[in-house]
């Protein structure tokens, strides 16, 4: 009984270590996801930016990104909110590279040419759990939309 208690308590503790090493690479994708999932439309334009951005930002490959997009998913549909992602976020980025990411956030979001309030909003909450300012959401939405703007 004893023996299998202790099995069993180790292999909770084996599964919580695996929850626990999360990839800065895997925290970002997911809450790209999020962003994405919001307005409960995933339409094809985001997709193309989440490759785009994942591409550029983590080097991901091409025959990769697929993979990387699934498990990101994945984690995001298993999630009850965005603090172990962001957590992951907070300990490894500097506040640059934050704004950096609440930028592609707010690319993603405009991705489809339409802001919708649940995308507004889920940007919002995660700017908040990144410990940014309401001054550096402001600018990094315009200067998502002004390279939006730019290249149209």
């Known amino acids: 009984m004893i023996a299998r208690l202790k099995t069993w308590l180790e292999s909770q503790f084996q599964h919580a270590e695996q929850h626990h090493s999360l990839s800065t690479q895997m925290a970002t994708a997911v809450l790209f996801f999020e962003v994405i999932r919001s307005d409960h439309k995933v339409g094809e334009d985001e ?8 591409h550029d930002a983590w080097g991901v490959a ?16 298993e999630a009850l909110d965005m603090v172990r992602f962001t957590r992951v976020i907070n300990a490894h980025f500097s506040h640059e590279q934050k704004r950096e990411l609440l930028t592609g956030l707010w690319k993603l979001a405009y991705a489809d040419a339409h802001l919708d309030g649940h995308e507004d909003w889920a940007i919002r909450k995660i700017a908040d759990l990144l410990y940014l300012n309401h001054s550096d959401f402001i600018q990094t939405k315009l200067e998502a939309t002004s390279g939006a703007d730019d290249a149209n």
């Open 62 to 77: 091409q025959d990769e990104l697929d993979a990387l997009i699934q498990d990101a998913r994945q984690h995001a549909d």
């Open 47 to 54: 997709l193309s930016m989440l490759r785009k951005l994942l």
